[in-house]
């Protein structure tokens, strides 16, 4: 029997354009079996249509047919960004352009631990993290040049935030410039569920969780909760740029103003509302960005990067210090030393793929306009379905949006009938809405990331939602 072919090496796009008719094929006739924006029946039945498309995962001998089959069935099974009717969450539509670097990443398959082991990828990831930190923190003295590392995402960047944080507080500490031993996170009841989480993975005490009944963090909140804490230096501040239940942002200078008034270090979780910074429209919205010690963003939002293509923005690439790492195959220091270049410090974890290439080539081939026109085009859908919302006489809005996240309600409707009808559209296949419970209430979430999106598309949303409800 004959070796399956690579992805790479001589042979290797001979291999693989047969298999990608394949698998736009397809692709192709999945989304038409499934016919909308996820597949109907609800969590059982589409458990049970994968198992008998799939049978055996393992079987002795090797069915060839086998990527078409599972290609299908999972497309047949998906729920597809791409449809207009599919807008629960932070979940965008990937670029075609995208998707096509992605896919000779894979076949390239580098892995950014060490140079040797992916030289160009390594090179680019430089260039494309000092391009996107200098977006967010604007140009800098020479040597003092901010920085950013590549992530997987929102999650990890809000945990390397802490961390950054509570290193450099121990540093501080160590020193005597602090006057508490143990850094304490301050954040709103709006925050990242990550932030929380990531402070008790990190062994942070519990966090002081500020209460935000307008669904931002207050600054003479936070103010009062700072004078009630230790300090300089032993708390981190974690303001949102982007709330993930109704797309907020935080008044940023005001809360960078108390930050440096009390001498709190501030990480700002921009992973929703950080591509506002292409669209010379939206991004007066994030002034105060800049001011943070730690920004974290996420192109597989607002930047519509197949997952993942999340980063964390450093003002100062000295707090990265704590990150570096020696391990002899990897970065001994004879090669460091000859001008190999350190992998090793950019990232918590060792493997890992060159996300990069899918963010350059979209950076490259759309530039910033381009970019910027999509964020401007999904903020006026978002806009559009708000304005509808309002005019519609059995629908409530509840706060005009601010990117581009809208949340409505069936105005006469009980909670439990709400979640109901969020339900019955997903078990039938109609249309994917998230949910948010704010001020006592819950509501249907639209998050709309689709900058092909029509109002025909919008009207039609509705129309499912009204035609759900129970009167």
């Known amino acids: 029997m004959s070796s399956p072919p690579l992805a790479s090496g001589p042979d290797g796009t001979d291999a693989l354009r047969p298999l990608l008719d394949t698998v736009l094929d397809a692709l192709d006739t999945g989304r038409r079996d499934r016919g909308g924006p996820l597949p109907a029946g609800g969590p059982a039945a589409v458990t049970a249509r994968v198992r008998a498309a799939v049978g055996d995962i393992l079987p002795a001998q090797g069915d060839p047919d086998a ?38 990443a894979s076949a390239l398959n580098p892995s950014l631990d060490s140079w040797d082991q992916a030289p160009a990828a390594s ?70 569920h990550s932030l929380p989480r990531a402070a008790w993975l990190l062994g942070l005490p519990d966090p002081v969780v500020l209460p935000t009944p307008t669904g931002r963090l207050d600054p003479d909140t936070l103010d009062t909760a700072l004078r009630g804490l230790p300090g300089p230096g032993s708390v981190v501040v974690a303001a949102t740029a982007g709330t993930t239940d109704a797309g907020l942002i935080d008044p940023l200078p005001e809360i960078a103003a108390r930050c440096a008034a009390h001498g709190a270090r501030l990480h700002i979780d921009a992973a929703y509302g950080g591509g506002l910074l292409f669209s010379d429209r939206h991004r007066p919205l994030l002034t105060g960005l800049d001011t943070a010690h730690t920004v974290t963003l996420d192109l597989h939002k607002l930047g519509w990067q197949p997952v993942a293509a999340g980063l964390l923005a450093v003002r100062d690439p000295a707090d990265l210090t704590p990150l570096h790492q020696r391990a002899d195959y990897l ?49 006026t859908h978002a806009r559009h379905l708000a304005a509808l919302v309002d005019a519609h006489p059995d629908l409530t809005l509840h706060v005009p949006p601010t990117l581009t996240t809208v ?6 409707a009980t909670d439990d009938t709400v979640a109901a009808v969020r339900r019955r559209l997903l078990t039938d296949g109609r249309a994917v809405l998230g949910r948010a419970r704010l001020d006592g209430r819950l509501w249907l979430k639209a998050t709309l990331l689709n900058p092909h999106t029509r109002p025909d598309d919008l009207a039609a949303l509705l129309h499912l939602v009204e035609g759900n409800t129970p009167r």
């Open 331 to 379: 970065n001994a220091d004879d090669d460091t030393d000859a001008g190999l270049p350190d992998l090793l410090g950019r990232s918590l974890r060792t493997t890992r793929r060159p996300d990069v290439l899918k963010i350059a080539a979209t950076l490259r081939t759309l530039g910033r306009d381009g970019l910027g026109t999509l964020v401007d085009q999904v903020h």
């Open 123 to 192: 090179a680019l990831e430089a260039l494309v993290t000092h391009a996107l930190a200098t977006e967010v923190y604007g140009h800098q003295a020479p040597g003092a040049a901010p920085d950013a590392l590549v992530t997987t995402g929102g999650t990890e960047s809000n945990q390397l935030a802490l961390l950054l944080a509570r290193e450099a507080h121990a540093h501080a500490h160590t020193h005597g410039s602090t006057h508490g031993s143990t850094l304490r996170l301050v954040c709103g009841a709006n925050a990242h």
């Open 67 to 104: 990527l078409r089959t599972l290609v299908h069935t999972l497309a047949a099974g998906a729920a597809d960004p791409a449809d207009p009717l599919c807008a629960a969450h932070l979940h965008c539509p990937p670029l075609a352009v995208a998707t096509a670097a992605d896919l000779a």
């Open 407 to 412: 949340l409505f309600r069936p105005t006469h």
